[in-house]
């Protein structure tokens, strides 16, 4: 309980960080959408999630005891934080499309404990389907592989 309450405060607080930085961006108007549209709706998102899990949570009014995670859960923190930092290394070097396949895989694997072959077929769903949204649907420009390839929209 007191993991769920320290989670939604983050995400709360994560939201509302994003958001603010997120407003520095052109939003665009009805006609044609900006850059900073996409990035502040997200971000308000990620602020009403956490918002329903804190609200939640008051309304079941469960006594919350904190304590810290075990050594496993700051392990498996480490790991999270390592796949996002190799994510942002990889983007620009990889393309959208590997990096994205490369990070979902190993975060399902790592992370979740799913096996290898639900990990592969997730991620190359995700980085697929979050491809072809973003590309063709609507018209962002992602990094791509710098040898190009059948994998770039």
Same mark, same amino acid.
């Given at each position: ?20 930085l997120s ?10 959408l900006g ?36 050594? %496993?859960?700051?392990?498996? =923190?480490?790991?999270?934080?390592? $796949?996002? &930092?190799?994510?942002? !290394?990889? #983007? +620009? ?29 997730? %991620?190359?769903?995700?980085? =697929?389907?979050?491809?072809?949204? $973003?590309? &063709?649907?609507?018209? !962002?420009? #992602? +990094?791509?592989?710098p040898w ?6």
């Open positions: 309980m007191a993991s769920q309450c320290i989670g939604g405060i983050l995400i709360l607080l994560f939201g509302m960080a994003s958001t603010v407003l520095r961006l052109f939003g665009g108007s009805a006609e044609e850059a900073g549209f996409f990035p502040f709706w997200v971000s308000a998102g990620i602020c009403a999630i956490g918002a329903v899990n804190l609200i939640t949570l008051w309304l079941q009014r469960k006594r919350i005891s904190a304590h810290w995670p075990s050594r %496993s859960g700051w392990l498996r =923190l480490g790991a999270a934080l390592g $796949l996002f &930092v190799g994510y942002y !290394v990889a #983007l +620009p070097r990889l393309g959208f499309a590997i990096s994205t396949f490369a990070m979902v895989a190993f975060f399902t694997r790592l992370i979740f404990d799913r096996s290898w072959v639900l990990s592969l077929l997730l %991620s190359a769903g995700i980085a =697929l389907m979050v491809q072809g949204l $973003l590309s &063709v649907v609507l018209g !962002v420009r #992602l +990094p791509s592989a190009g390839g059948p994998w770039t929209f």
